[in-house]
């Protein structure tokens, strides 16, 4: 069975432009969440997904968002991206609707900001 | 809010001996699960070790085990017979266990631990 894939893998953008990354959950996965990863904040939530719907949504500012498609498949954007945007974005894929079934994590995609 | 915390950022032990890495959480929710994940170098991230907040037996893993105090909010890992390949950072965290609350992780700081030969 295939894992979450997650493209691209590296992006590098500059301040003031936007950027989407892509996540394609495990086969039959109906949750997706995405997740922050920085040296200064560490791992914070942004927003779940499950069956095209927002479920949970983190702290984060109006510049991020998601969606889900009817596929599972999910993508995040971050428009006006800033320098603190750099990160590593996590996004995890579940079979269940809670916690009872294990979160299975992507590589991640590296976003650098210039 | 829940909180998730690691106390210990980075440690050290020799393989083939045992090590345990902290961690404490604060909630007021009854019905939670408690988890640790590892992330490699590589920086994918597994789990270890799944507990949940209304079983009292402590979760067990092969090599991985918790000890989960619920009324002290405790919830520590030990490795047994560490090996060269649980060199990594670990993470702990926290999910609410109510459908409405999704599939939320709130993680710990992390503490890397380094396995030396």
């Known amino acids: 069975k295939a894992g979450v894939t997650q493209t691209p893998r590296y992006l590098i953008k500059t301040r003031g432009q936007q950027v989407t990354l892509s996540c394609s959950p495990i086969s039959g996965h109906r949750s997706v969440s995405w997740y922050q990863q920085t040296p200064g904040q560490g791992l914070q939530f942004l927003f779940e997904?499950?069956?095209?719907?927002?479920?949970n949504k983190g702290n984060f500012p109006g510049r991020f968002s998601g969606r889900q498609f009817s596929n599972s498949r999910s993508e995040m954007n971050v428009s006006t991206l800033e320098l603190g945007d750099s990160a590593l974005y996590l996004c995890?894929?579940?079979?269940?609707?809670?916690?009872?079934?294990?979160?299975?994590f992507g590589p991640g995609t590296r976003l650098t900001v210039l | 809010a829940q909180t998730v915390t690691q106390s210990q950022p980075e440690m050290s032990v020799q393989e083939a001996e045992t090590v345990t890495l902290s961690c404490t959480y604060d909630?007021?929710?009854?019905?939670?699960?408690l988890f640790w994940y590892k992330q490699p170098p590589s920086r994918q991230m597994i789990l270890v070790i799944r507990?949940?907040?209304?079983?009292?037996q402590n979760a067990t893993e092969n090599r991985f085990s918790v000890n989960f105090q619920k009324a002290a909010k405790s919830f520590s890992l030990k490795i047994s017979d560490s090996q060269l390949g649980d060199t990594a950072m670990y993470f702990c965290?926290?999910?609410?266990?109510?459908?409405?609350?999704?599939?939320?992780?709130?993680f710990g700081a992390g503490t890397i631990l380094r396995v030396k030969s």
């Open positions: 909630t007021s929710e009854n019905n939670y699960y």
């Open positions: 997904y499950f069956s095209e719907t927002q479920r």
């Open positions: 507990q949940e907040a209304y079983k009292q």
């Open positions: 995890a894929s579940s079979l269940a609707e809670r916690g009872e079934d294990e979160q299975f």
């Open positions: 965290a926290f999910m609410k266990g109510w459908m409405e609350y999704g599939n939320k992780l709130v």
